[in-house]
């Protein structure tokens, strides 16, 4: 069974260009004029893409007292309306359990998904255990992605001796460490102050936490992964403090990647001065949302490739898990969802306005992540012997985003009330058709993992760099007499 997306644009990271597509058994198996299949999907008017990878997922997480809300059932189904086809959610190891008994619980709980997916292995505590099982994880897993918090402090943060460690040992297994970079320190000195002070709402949260400890835990994460000779992903980039610091370190030739997410990109801190309190903790999360030099700050990094990859950081919690901080902000579960509308966000926000060619879009919605997660081109690529991961994206299609259609099963949405215009016509996950004319078609379970290997290019390439300006003894032709 052969299936021919018909009279569509293709547009990759590279160009655009008018062809047919044709998938057979879940992977593209030519790309023309004139292809015949054996079913036939108009992509008249449409452009034809990489389905969407995002690289920043928390599904069924336990956090802060709670589960998140969203599974893999919920969330790829999410993802999936929204154009996006493969999600890579983070593995979370409780105090004290190691990383492949955490790896076990991840493994249980994605047998539902809906669309293909990957993991990063989360290192909340630093041991011989630890540092043992990365090996394994890297290289019998194929999970070549390890998650640091610099913020959390008495939960999941890791101090500095515990990054480099752990950098090293990335470095050696030809893994990419990945940072929340924001001081914890400060952030739990600030909140605690703020509390004292009788400062308990949901603003708190955002004034315990300036754009100066994102800036100052980002530069100093650059600067251990420099030191430890290994590549570096920082999450959730929200402010101009901690893309400067990215910015100015690519100058300098060092590896370093930056991920926005839709939610700072367009939304901006006064969400959490609304008078309303579900409606600000609705959208706490961290780093929170800034102003609006910030967020141009993020659109011009993407824009001139200083940041690589759009995000959602989807971690939803239901209004009454929000409430578990009234009175006291520092426990409202901190996260926000937006699975099923970065795809539409980015393209009306950032294509839709000119900020960013749809090319560009491709590049920071898939096939950058696709490379420097080292899945490319399987994933990421309109290419022939790629999977079938495929959005027909459809450019005059609008809708409102309301909770009342979405589908997450939280009961809100932080981007309630926006008009988009681009929308899925087709989804095809692996060669299934999971939006058909707009319509979901959801299948549970046919999600596989992305085993992914590890030194991929750009670690290969600092490893022998590192190698080549190494601390070496210079060799002496006199030594002076012991003693004298
Ligand atoms: O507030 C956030 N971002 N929640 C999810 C966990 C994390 O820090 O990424
Ligand atoms: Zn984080
Ligand atoms: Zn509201
Ligand atoms: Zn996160």
């Given at each position: 069974m052969t299936t021919v997306i018909k009279g569509g644009t293709v547009v990759t990271a590279d160009y655009s260009y008018v062809a047919d597509v044709l998938v057979e058994g879940g992977k593209i198996i030519g790309i023309g004029p004139d292809l015949k299949g054996d079913e036939v999907l108009d992509a008249s008017g449409c452009y034809v893409m990489p389905g969407g990878i995002d690289p920043h997922t928390h599904l069924e997480m336990p956090f802060m007292g709670t589960y998140?809300?969203?599974?893999f059932e919920s969330g790829t189904r999410a993802a999936l309306a929204g154009g996006t086809t493969m999600v890579v959610d983070f593995a979370l190891p409780s105090p004290d359990q190691g990383l492949l008994d955490a790896l076990q619980m991840w493994d249980n709980k994605s047998t539902r998904a809906h669309c293909d997916y990957s993991f990063h292995m989360a290192i909340t505590s630093w041991s011989e255990k630890i540092w043992n099982e990365m090996e394994t994880v890297v290289k019998e897993r194929g999970i070549t992605t390890f998650k640091h918090f610099m913020a959390y402090k008495g939960s999941l943060m890791v101090n500095d001796d515990e990054l480099y460690a752990s950098f090293r040992r990335c470095a050696e297994l030809g893994a990419i460490p990945l940072v929340h970079a924001e001081n914890g320190d400060v952030v739990a000195e600030l909140s605690a102050r703020l509390l004292a002070e009788?400062?308990?709402?949901?603003e708190g949260h955002a004034y315990s936490r300036p754009p100066q400890v994102e800036g100052e835990a980002t530069n100093r994460a650059i600067m251990i992964a420099d030191m430890a000779g290994v590549p570096l992903y920082v999450v959730h980039v929200s402010c101009e403090d901690s893309h400067e610091a990215i910015r100015r370190a690519r100058m300098m030739g060092k590896r370093v990647w930056g991920e926005p997410l839709i939610q700072h990109l367009t939304l901006d801190e006064s969400e959490y001065f609304d008078k309303d309190w579900d409606h600000a903790a609705r959208r706490v999360m961290s780093p929170p949302f800034r102003n609006k030099m910030h967020q141009d700050s993020l659109w011009n990094g993407l824009a001139s490739g200083s940041l690589s990859c759009v995000a959602t950081d989807h971690c939803a919690f239901t209004t009454d898990q929000k409430?578990?901080?009234?009175?006291?902000?520092?426990?409202?579960?901190n996260g926000t969802g937006g699975l099923e509308d970065r795809i539409p966000m980015l393209w009306t926000y950032g294509v839709g306005t000119g900020r960013l060619t749809k090319e560009e879009f491709v590049a920071v919605t898939s096939t950058n992540i696709a490379k420097i997660l080292n899945c490319y081109p399987r994933k990421g690529a309109v290419l022939v012997g790629a999977d079938a991961d495929l959005v027909v994206l459809d450019p005059e299609k609008t809708k409102t985003i309301t909770a009342a259609s979405q589908?997450?099963?939280?009961?809100?949405?932080?981007?309630?009330g926006k008009e988009v215009k681009g929308l899925p016509r087709f989804v095809l996950t692996r060669g299934r058709v999971a939006v058909m004319d707009g319509d979901l078609k959801p299948a549970e379970g046919h999600g596989q993992f992305v085993k992914r290997p590890a030194s991929g290019a750009v670690n290969t390439a600092l490893s022998s760099w590192k190698a080549l300006t190494a601390p070496r003894a210079v060799e002496r032709t006199g030594i002076p007499a012991s003693g004298v």
């Open positions: 998140s809300s969203d599974d009788g400062n308990n709402g949901p409430r578990y901080g009234v009175g006291d902000f520092t426990k409202i579960p589908q997450s099963a939280i009961d809100y949405n932080v981007f309630e």
